[in-house]
């Protein structure tokens, strides 16, 4: 199995911003965004960004509970913004 990550608060002046390309934080926490059209695949509570998509730009994998790895819009051509900083 797979070692469980330790998510890390983001920096104080991130939280509530909307996760883009020039402030990414590596494990920090996060949650829905207004632009979110996943339906529930947050549904375990907040994720832990992970790594940038490097075969979609503006996006980002984002782990939700025990999930498996997701990618989302973290703008930058995205069209959209899903993922704010914090719990």
């Known amino acids: 199995p797979e070692p469980q990550l330790q998510p890390i608060d983001p920096p104080s002046n991130l939280l509530g911003q909307l996760v883009a390309f020039e402030n990414f934080v590596q494990n920090a926490r996060v ?4 632009d979110w059209r996943w339906g529930d695949d947050d549904k375990t509570g907040p994720g832990i960004l992970l790594r940038k998509d490097a075969s979609k730009p503006g996006w980002a ?3 939700f509970g025990g999930a498996r790895d ?3 819009r ?3 051509g995205s069209s959209g913004h899903d993922l704010v900083y914090g719990a």
């Open 31 to 34: 949650s829905r965004a207004p």
């Open 74 to 76: 973290i703008g930058d």
């Open 70 to 72: 997701k990618s989302y």
């Open 61 to 63: 994998f984002v782990r």
